[in-house]
Structures are given as structure tokens and as C-alpha cells.
Nanobody, 124 residues
Framework: QVQLVESGGGLVQAGGSLRLSCAAS????????VGWFRQAPGKEREFVAA????????YYANSVKGRFTISRDNAENTVYLQMNSLKPEDTAVYYC?????????????????WGQGTQVTVSS
């Protein structure tokens, strides 16, 4: 079992920054990949970023590449998503999820455990 808890969401103006955290407990954290996904009202859940088990490889959706940075601290069992130059279209509920294969796929179906989500709202 893996438990994931997101934090750090909030309301920010366009061009601003937020850092999301995903705190994990349960199974050995440094053996699985973690992904961030988001879901806006009326839209499908979409992949944002992922990081492999050792932090050596990261993946980003084209829409956030160059603005968002994913990182992990295995000693603290935490994954971060630094979001800069935020746009109104980044508004969504952001979820972190655990991929027990350690790879960090972009498909939500590859993730076995999910957090409850944190709301990010970017005003124009």
C-alpha cells in the first residue's frame, strides 16, 4: 500500500509560481516512480510530469515543458512540482500518483495509487 498526500495548491495570478508537494508513506518510496496529473472541470485527466524511482529521468507534457520542474527527495519521501510562469489554462485539480514499475509512464492507467488532489487556480 502507498499513501499519497498533495499540498501546496492555491490561488495565484498569471505569471506567478507555486510549488506542489506529494508526501508518500507505505511501501519503499525510492522504488517507484511518481507522476503528476491534472484535471480541469469538464476535461479528462491529463499527464503533467513524472520522475523515475531514482530521480535520474523526468518527463513532461509539452504544455508545461520549460515552466514546470519535477523533483524528488527520497530521504523525505516527497516529490515536488515547481510551477513557474503559470497561466489560466493551468487551473485544475492536481494529483500525484505512484507507478510501482519505477518507470514513470504518461498513462494514468499505469499508476496504482493516487492522492486526493490539490486545487490550483490561476487568475488572469
Amino acid at each position: 500500500q502507498v499513501q499519497l498526500v498533495e499540498s501546496g495548491g492555491g490561488l495565484v495570478q498569471a505569471g506567478g509560481s507555486l510549488r506542489l508537494s506529494c508526501a508518500a508513506s507505505g511501501r519503499t518510496f525510492n522504488r517507484y516512480a511518481v507522476g503528476w496529473f491534472r484535471q480541469a472541470p469538464g476535461k479528462e485527466r491529463e499527464f503533467v510530469a513524472a520522475i523515475r524511482w531514482n530521480g535520474g529521468t523526468t518527463y513532461y507534457a509539452n504544455s508545461v515543458k520549460g515552466r514546470f520542474t519535477i523533483s524528488r527527495d527520497n530521504a523525505e519521501n516527497t516529490v515536488y512540482l515547481q510551477m513557474n510562469s503559470l497561466k489560466p489554462e493551468d487551473t485544475a485539480v492536481y494529483y500525484c500518483a505512484a507507478d510501482l514499475s519505477g518507470i514513470g509512464y504518461s498513462a494514468a492507467s499505469e499508476y496504482s495509487y493516487w492522492g486526493q488532489g490539490t486545487q490550483v487556480t490561476v487568475s488572469s
